[in-house]
C-alpha cells in the first residue's frame, strides 16, 4: 500500500463504443494482480441521476450493487474482473452532480453566491471523485469518464480532471486516452490523423494525454507507433495498440503483452511486480478448451441488444468454464412464442432461463415457455419477472386459477398471486424506488438451493416492486412447489422450486449481479450442470 492514491483517467476519442470499461477493467486487473488495490469509477455524462429510469435500449442492461445503487454495465465489468464489489460510489452521473449541487443552492450552502459550472459544478465532480479515496482501501483509482473527447456534455468532467491533474501533479494522476484508428481498405492503410485530431481536443481543454491505447483492426508497426507519439506528445512506448480479442476475458493478458500495466506505473512512479494471473488463465483455459456444448434458450423481450442481459450472459461464460462445456445462449422473443409454436421454438434447448423485465409485452409467451419446461422435465431458471411468471403459470395451470396474474399485468384479476409489495403501494417516483440491493435470505435445509448453496443464509442483490403474494403459499405448497428461500424480517418469498422436477428455481432477485470471474454463482454453475444432463 503506497501512501499517496494514484489516479489514472481513461478518456475516450475518435468514437463511441471503443470499450474504455473493458481497458480500465484489464488494467485494473493488472495492477490488482501484482498487489496494487484497485478500484475502478464511473463517470457518465447524462442527465439522468441513475440509469434506472433508462429503457434498456437505451444504454443496455441497469446493474445494480450491493448497496441499491442502480448504475452503468460497466460497473458489472468492474466487479466481474476484479472479485470486489462496487457502490454508489463508483458510478456518477451529471444529473446526480446537479442534483447535489441544486439542493446545496436551495439550503443557501453557497452564501450568496452565483453558481456555476466553474467552480461549483465541477468542484461537486471532484469531490465525488475523491470519495473512493477517503475509503482509505485502495492504492489506485482508474476512473472511466463516458462519452467522447469533444462532447459538450463531457466537458465538465474533462474541466475537472484538468484541476485535479494540476492540484495532485503527473506523478499522482495519469491520463489514458483511448482512441480508434481507421483501416481504409482501398487506401489499404491504418490511419493516425483522426487521433491526432482527438488528442489536440483534449489539450484545447488543457488535458494531455500520457498513454494512447488505439483501437485497431491491424498491427500497428513501429514507424506509425513513432508517428503517433511524435504527433501527440507521448513516448512511443506509450502507445499501446488494441486489436480485437476473441474474448473481453482476454484483454488483460493482452495488455500485459503490450505492457500498459508496466508504463502506467512507471509514470506514476510505482513499482513494477510481474502480475499474478494464475487463476484468471485457469478460467480462460477451460473457457477455451470446452468438453462440450449446451444449449440455453433465453427468454427475453429485449433480445435484439446484447447489453441488455449482459450480467446474464457473463454469468454463463463463467459457469461454462466451471463446467467445462461452451454455453450457447440463443435469445427467443417471449412476443413470439405461443400455444401452438412453443415446442418448436424449444425443443432443441437443453435449459430455458426466463429473464427479469418489467411490463405486460411478452408475459404470455414466457409463460407458455415455463409451462413447456415444466411439464417436459426441462431445467428451468426464472430471475425476477421469470421467477413471478413461473408462481403465474403453476397457479393458473395447476391451482386451476385461470386468471391468476401479476399485478402488473392485469391490476384487476381475482388472483394477484404476485402484487405490489406493501412499502411500494404510496410510491409514485420512479426513480431509486423500487426494492434495491443486497437482502439475507433463508432457504430451507431440505431444497434443492440449500444444496447448491451449501448454506442456509445467502444474500442477493434485489431490484423489483412487486412478490409473491403470501395469501396463496400454503395452496401452492400443498401441490409441491416450495417456498424454499424467505427473507425471515419481511418474509418475502424469494426463492421458489418444484419438488417433482430435477431443476426448476425461480429467484425474486438477481444472481448475475454477483457473478464473476473468480466466483461464478452457484445457481449458474448447478443450472449447467442440469443442463449438461439433459443434453439433446
Ligand atoms: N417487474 C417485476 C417487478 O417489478 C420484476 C422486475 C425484474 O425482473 N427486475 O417486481
Known amino acids: 500500500m503506497s501512501s499517496q492514491t494514484k489516479y489514472i483517467f481513461v478518456t475516450g476519442g475518435v468514437s463511441s463504443s471503443l470499450g474504455k470499461g473493458i481497458i480500465a477493467a484489464s488494467l485494473a486487473k493488472l495492477l490488482q494482480a501484482q498487489g496494487y488495490n484497485t478500484t475502478i469509477q464511473k463517470l457518465d455524462p447524462y442527465i439522468n441521476v441513475d440509469p434506472g429510469t433508462l429503457n434498456p435500449y437505451e444504454h443496455g442492461e441497469c446493474y445494480v450493487t450491493d448497496d441499491g445503487a442502480e448504475t452503468d454495465l460497466d460497473l458489472g465489468h468492474y466487479e466481474r474482473f476484479l472479485n470486489v464489489p462496487t457502490s454508489q460510489a463508483n458510478n456518477i452521473t451529471t444529473g446526480r452532480i446537479y442534483q447535489s449541487v441544486i439542493s446545496k443552492e436551495r439550503k443557501g450552502e453557497y452564501l450568496g453566491k452565483t453558481v456555476q459550472v466553474i467552480p461549483h459544478i465541477t468542484d461537486e465532480i471532484k469531490e465525488n471523485i475523491k470519495v473512493l479515496e477517503s475509503e482509505n482501501k485502495y492504492d489506485i483509482i482508474i476512473t472511466e469518464i463516458g462519452g467522447t473527447v469533444g462532447d459538450i456534455e463531457s466537458l465538465p468532467y474533462i474541466e475537472a480532471l484538468r484541476q485535479l491533474r494540476w492540484e495532485m501533479g503527473e506523478e499522482n494522476?495519469?491520463?489514458i486516452h483511448l482512441t480508434l484508428i481507421p483501416y481504409l481498405s482501398a487506401a489499404k492503410e491504418l490511419k493516425t490523423k483522426p487521433t491526432q485530431h482527438s488528442v489536440k481536443t483534449l489539450m484545447e481543454s488543457g488535458v494531455q494525454a500520457d498513454i494512447l491505447v488505439c483501437r485497431t483492426e491491424h498491427e500497428l508497426n513501429q514507424s506509425l507507433r513513432e508517428k503517433l507519439a511524435r504527433f501527440c506528445n507521448v513516448n512511443s512506448d506509450?502507445?499501446?495498440?488494441?486489436?480485437?480479442?476473441?474474448?473481453?476475458?482476454d484483454v488483460p493478458n493482452y495488455m500485459f503483452r503490450e505492457g500498459l500495466d508496466k508504463v502506467a506505473l512507471k509514470k506514476l512512479n510505482l513499482k513494477y511486480n510481474e502480475p499474478d494471473l494464475k487463476s484468471w488463465n485457469v478460467f480462460l483455459d477451460r473457457y477455451k478448451n470446452p468438453k462440450g456444448t449446451v444449449k440455453i434458450g433465453l427468454i427475453g423481450?429485449?433480445?435484439?441488444?446484447?447489453?441488455?442481459?449482459?450480467?446474464?450472459?457473463?454469468?454463463?461464460?463463467?459457469?461454462?468454464?466451471?463446467?467445462?462445456?461452451?454455453?450457447?445462449?440463443?435469445?427467443?422473443?417471449?412476443?413470439?412464442?405461443?400455444?401452438k409454436?412453443?415446442?418448436?421454438?424449444?425443443n432443441s434447448f437443453d435449459g430455458i432461463l426466463v429473464a427479469p423485465g418489467f411490463g405486460e409485452r411478452g408475459v404470455e409467451g414466457k409463460i407458455e415457455a415455463i409451462k413447456y419446461v415444466r411439464t417436459n422435465k426441462i431445467p428451468f431458471f426464472g430471475i425476477c419477472y421469470g421467477m413471478q411468471m413461473a408462481v403465474v403459470e403453476y397457479s393458473r395451470n395447476v391451482l386451476k386459477l385461470s386468471d391468476a396474474n401479476s399485478t402488473e399485468v392485469n391490476p384487476k384479476t381475482n388472483n394477484p398471486v404476485i402484487d405490489l409489495m406493501e412499502d411500494q403501494k404510496n410510491v409514485t417516483n420512479k426513480g431509486g424506488t423500487m426494492r434495491l440491493g443486497s437482502w439475507d435470505c433463508t432457504l430451507k435445509k431440505e431444497s434443492l438451493c440449500y444444496s447448491i448453496y451449501g448454506s442456509n443464509k445467502i444474500n442477493e442483490r434485489h431490484r423489483h416492486r412487486y412478490e409473491f403474494n403470501n395469501k396463496y403459499l400454503s395452496d401452492l405448497e400443498n401441490n409441491n412447489l416450495i417456498a424454499s428461500g424467505v427473507n425471515d424480517e419481511?418474509?418475502?418469498?424469494?426463492?421458489?422450486?418444484?419438488?417433482?422436477?430435477?431443476?426448476?428455481?425461480?429467484?425474486?432477485?438477481h444472481p448475475e449481479y454477483k457473478s464473476t470471474v473468480l466466483s461464478p454463482h452457484p445457481l449458474f454453475v448447478s443450472f449447467i450442470k442440469a443442463t449438461k444432463k439433459n443434453k439433446k
Open 341 to 346: 409454436n412453443v415446442e418448436e421454438k424449444l
Open 173 to 175: 494522476l495519469l491520463v
Open 301 to 339: 423481450k429485449y433480445i435484439e441488444l446484447q447489453d441488455s442481459y449482459k450480467s446474464i450472459l457473463e454469468s454463463f461464460i463463467h459457469a461454462g468454464a466451471v463446467n467445462e462445456v461452451r454455453v450457447d445462449v440463443i435469445p427467443v422473443h417471449s412476443e413470439h412464442i405461443n400455444q
Open 490 to 509: 419481511t418474509n418475502l418469498v424469494e426463492v421458489i422450486e418444484l419438488k417433482d422436477h430435477p431443476w426448476f428455481i425461480g429467484v425474486q432477485y
Open 238 to 249: 506509450c502507445v499501446i495498440q488494441s486489436v480485437d480479442v476473441n474474448t473481453i476475458y
